[in-house]
């Protein structure tokens, strides 16, 4: 006599369950991936912890250039020789503006006490935590060149067209010559 769950559990071809597990496997990858990226780089406007900062004068030479794009992470508490993006506190000469500097000393409630690598003298504001944006991640070196090609139309375009032929040109063409997938050519003999 047959069990009910017999007559329900059909044998699986052992050539169907390899694609269909490298498809899962793609899709977790990507979904992972995504993860990451929302982790480490959702900007602080729309609820995450990072945000961008492209780096403007010498203060912070030989270790960051003009034309460097820094990510910077908000953290829970930051420390003496850590290097932090803040804004420069309200009320102050030069308020809202973004600074990256080192802290050298003070603490996050009264005020850190900023200084740039290649400056001498300790910087005029005491930002507190509620100022500082966030601490060094990454650097991206000369990044302004880039920024500056995707803001020009003739290379978006050039660059969309690149992209648009890569993916014509390497799309996973499963069909053959009669239309059918390869799953339903399969099932037909």
């Keep these: 006599m047959r069990s009910r769950t017999d007559t329900l559990v059909r044998p699986v071809a052992p ?20 993860a990451v990226l929302l982790w480490f780089c959702l900007p602080q406007t729309l609820g995450g912890r ?15 250039h003009t034309g460097d794009l ?14 932090v993006a803040y804004r420069v506190p309200k009320g102050e000469v030069g308020a809202g503006y ?17 200084k740039g690598d290649n400056r001498t003298a300790p910087d005029l504001w005491y930002p507190t935590d509620h100022d ?4 060094k991640l990454l650097r991206i070196p000369h990044a302004w060149f880039l920024l500056r090609l995707l803001h020009m139309p003739l290379m978006l375009g050039l660059f969309a ?5 890569f993916l014509i ?3 996973d063409d499963r069909e053959t010559d009669d239309g059918d997938t390869p799953a339903a050519v399969e099932e037909q003999h």
């Design 98 to 114: 973004v600074v990256i500097h080192r802290i050298i000393g003070g603490n996050g409630r009264t005020g850190w006490r900023m």
């Design 15 to 34: 050539g169907l369950r390899l694609p269909q597990a490298a498809a899962v496997a793609k899709v977790g990858t990507q979904i992972a991936l995504v």
């Design 161 to 165: 067209g690149v992209a648009g032929f």
């Design 50 to 64: 990072a945000a961008w900062v492209m780096v403007s004068g010498t203060s912070m030479l030989p270790r960051l």
């Design 70 to 83: 820094v990510l910077v992470e908000r953290q829970s508490s930051y420390h003496v020789g850590e290097v």
């Design 132 to 135: 500082v944006i966030g601490s």
């Design 169 to 171: 040109a390497f799309a």
